[in-house]
């Protein structure tokens, strides 16, 4: 039966699709990090729903959440009226926000997909400021939609429906392995911070007045690259010092994955709009944007949308979003993302295709490259997108599942859920382990 069913649906969905074309899986079952195929073979997921699923497949607390929507009868659709459920996930969301945010903040729900969320928080800063350009940074990543693609570093996928991007003036990430510098660390931090100063302040540059500037504070489909927590408080001050809206992404960072229940508590920076999706649905479509009350000039109906009120993922939102923080799994993501790199950084003094390992929390990213071309004058060898191919395929032989991402395609993306075990964390490394040695032969 599998075999049909990954036949029937190879011949019938669109050439679009991704990763799901390198993962020939029928999943019937799944809990916590396993999903179990069709034909009896078990994987650990580390991929999750691209981050979505922070307490893992099926979990008995979001699974309890949305049968309690389902058995009250409750409506299950109704737009955009206040009820319990909303107040509920709007109440544990505003919990969890930086105060300076929480205490004068907006929500505007906007549909099921991140995307949807990036679009919203675009046209509100272009609403409250009246101006139209964006600063948007390369290898950046916010949606497919077209203004969340225009932000996006994707210069192919923009190329493809015509440049959907103008008024995008984009600026260079600090990826310290590829410094666009030539230097990493503090130092190329501080120089990509004063490129966007002096961008911003040269009149000649002819770049569009800035409705805003919108970041990831940790870069996920770009490859998994932390931005330094001094760049993102430099970021912050030159858009307040010129009153330039700051948009800070955090659809894949969010909801404890990389070591804080929100990326930007690791910088103290609190940001004019924060775009939300993936797991405060605790697994199901819900997307939103919270920003500072001074934004909220919006005309009734200036934003709206259909399926923006979806009882039963406010429900497992909600219950995921209390989870993560009554259980304190941000500081569990730390600590296990921690041990984990350490891990994957002493891998590298033996497997020379392993440029860098990296990542933040458990939002972890392994740069494959190939070790027989000549490194760069900074000290960089070349991306390998077939190593890495080959590392993903040699880890799904062995019961893995990972994800590709960066600029080449050439970085093993860890996702995995936050409620993974020390057990599963090292059989996961111990079979990425055997994936990268077989890959490289
Ligand atoms: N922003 C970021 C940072 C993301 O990682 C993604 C999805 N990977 C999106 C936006 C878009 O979300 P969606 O796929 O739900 O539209």
């Not at 994707?154 to 030539?182: H, I, N, Q, S």
């Amino acid at each position: 039966a599998a075999e049909s069913i990954l036949r029937r649906q190879a011949s019938r969905e669109s050439a679009a699709r991704t990763y799901a074309r390198s993962l020939p899986i029928v999943p019937v079952r799944a809990r916590g990090m396993t999903i179990e195929g069709a034909d009896g073979r078990r994987y650990l997921d580390c991929l999750a729903g691209a981050g979505t699923l922070a307490l893992g497949h099926n979990h008995p607390v979001a699974l309890e959440a949305i049968r309690a929507v389902l058995d009250s009868e409750a409506p299950l659709h109704v737009l955009d009226l206040a009820t319990p459920v909303k107040d509920a996930f709007t109440t544990a969301l505003f919990e969890t926000l930086p105060p300076a945010l929480a205490e004068r903040g907006r929500i505007q729900f906007c549909g099921p997909a991140g995307t949807d969320a990036v679009e919203a928080a675009v046209k509100l800063v272009r609403t409250a400021t009246g101006r139209s350009g964006l600063l948007a940074f390369c290898g950046a990543y916010h949606g497919m939609t077209a203004g969340a693609l225009a932000a996006s570093g994707a210069a192919a996928a923009r190329a493809a429906v015509a440049e959907p991007g103008a008024g995008v003036t984009r600026l260079p990430y600090p990826y310290e392995y590829r410094c666009p510098f030539g230097t990493g660390g503090e130092r190329g931090a501080e120089l990509s911070a004063r490129w966007t100063q002096s961008l911003l302040d040269d009149p000649g540059a002819g770049v569009h007045p800035f409705a805003g500037m919108i970041v990831e504070p940790v870069q996920g489909e770009g490859g998994v690259i932390p931005a330094p927590d001094g760049w993102l408080r430099t970021m912050r001050r030159i858009t307040e010092e010129r009153g330039i809206p700051l948009v800070v992404d955090e659809v894949q960072t969010g909801v404890g994955r990389t070591g804080a229940f929100w990326a930007v508590q690791h910088s103290g920076i609190v940001p004019d709009v924060m775009v939300l999706s993936k797991a405060i649905g605790g697994s199901l479509p819900l997307a939103v944007i919270v920003y500072r009350d001074e934004l909220d000039v919006w005309r009734p109906g200036a934003h709206a949308g259909t399926f923006r009120g979806n009882q039963l993922a406010m429900a497992a939102g909600s219950a995921t979003l209390r989870f993560v923080c009554e259980n304190r799994l941000d500081q569990r993501a730390a600590s296990l993302g921690t041990r984990m790199l350490s891990r994957l950084r002493a891998l590298a003094a033996h497997h020379p295709c392993i440029g860098e390992a990296r990542g933040r929390g458990l939002m972890i990213g392994v740069e494959i490259v190939d070790a027989d071309a000549e490194r760069d004058d900074y000290g960089a060898l070349p991306a390998a997108p077939r190593i890495a191919t080959a590392v993903q395929r040699e880890a799904l032989r062995r019961g893995l599942i990972v994800e590709l991402g960066g600029r080449h395609g050439s970085v093993v993306r860890l996702l995995p859920p936050l409620t993974i075990t020390d057990e599963q964390a090292e059989a996961v490394l111990d079979r990425l382990t055997d994936a990268i040695a077989a890959a490289e032969r």
